[in-house]
């Protein structure tokens, strides 16, 4: 983790804040400074390229003002519990991109934002700001579920050693570095979960011209597993993690990661994810996104190291 300050966004719509209270919780044990972020938007305040005014110009500073005036109130409750906290309130749409722009100028070490159930149309057609910052956001971003976290904590992180999904090996040491100071931070425990696919190997092997037997699954499986035992062993060592907390699990990753965060209570998924070009940057199918909704608990998506926020951020 880089600079002690925690950039929490504020729902303006309502008065419960679970993303605030977990910032708060964040802050107060890492000293680390905590800002409270609205990002608004009125259609009928915007005005356009054709037409504009003072009026609306008015209009649009009188509703941030009236914003960063309900944050103070809000900072000071928090300001009484030790916590050294500023507010801030921006114009802009979309949300994700005005939240965006705000970390590129703040720089915090952690980005905590509510999230709720995504409806079908907005999962397939990725329009929720929840997809698009886990795609852009360059800080660490902390999704929170509405739950309360125990005390102490569990945390879950999933790598990637053999970096068959496209994610560098710097990530899986910057996911690990994260989750490590987490746990310490919250006084809890970490364990790593590492699954493996036999899928595409068994497709690989009934491809080839000579493969008129029935496919070798037993073999396909127990060398496969041989071999992420081996890179996940290596990584894991390097982190000090005891055997019994580490996890290799054979399965679609998304699936495994659900079911192990279930089985764990885990009260934090730490997980990466990386930007790709064309159609792939909306990160259809990525795990982080299937898991999402799924996950009994918050997730915290880590971007690789010098990782950009794409240009139309």
Not at 36 to 44: E, G, I, K
Not at 132 to 155: D, F, G, M, Q
Not at 209 to 234: D, K
Request: charged content about 25%.
């Amino acid at each position: 983790m880089a600079t002690k300050r925690i950039l929490s966004v504020i729902d303006p719509t309502t008065d419960e804040q679970p993303a605030m209270e977990r910032a708060a919780r964040l802050a107060k044990a890492l000293g680390a400074q905590l800002e409270l972020f609205v990002c608004d938007y009125d259609q009928y305040l915007a005005g356009g390229r054709l037409f504009d005014s003072k009026g609306l110009e008015k209009a649009r500073q009188s509703l941030l003002k009236n914003h960063r005036a309900r944050l103070e109130k809000r900072a000071d409750a928090l300001r009484a519990q030790g916590i050294e906290v500023e507010v801030d309130a921006r114009w802009g749409k979309p949300l994700d991109r005005g939240i965006v722009r705000k970390v590129m100028d703040s720089q915090p070490m952690l980005v905590v934002k509510d999230t709720h159930y995504h409806p079908a149309l907005k999962r397939s057609l990725l329009s929720n700001t929840d997809w698009n910052l886990i795609r852009s956001c360059p800080a660490p971003l902390l999704l929170v579920k509405p739950r309360e976290v125990a005390s102490p904590a569990t945390v879950l992180a999933a790598v990637d050693p053999l970096h068959e999904h496209d994610k560098p090996a710097e990530l899986d040491h910057a996911i690990l570095s994260f989750a490590t100071e987490l746990t310490q931070v919250l006084g809890g425990s970490l364990h790593v979960l590492h699954s493996f696919d036999i899928g595409p190997a068994l497709a690989a092997v009934s491809g080839a011209p000579a493969a008129t037997m029935a496919l070798p699954v037993e073999e396909v499986a127990a060398a496969a597993r041989s071999q992420h035992e081996q890179a996940l062993s290596s990584l894991t060592n390097e982190f000090g993690i005891p055997a019994d907390n580490v996890h290799l699990e054979q399965g679609a990753p998304h699936a495994v990661l659900v079911e192990q965060a279930a089985a764990l209570n885990a009260d934090f998924v730490v997980m990466g994810a990386v930007s790709r070009s064309g159609l792939q940057r909306i990160f259809i199918g990525s795990t982080a996104e299937r898991a999402l909704d799924r996950l009994p608990c918050d997730l915290i998506i880590i971007k690789p190291p010098g990782f950009q926020p794409p240009d139309e951020v």
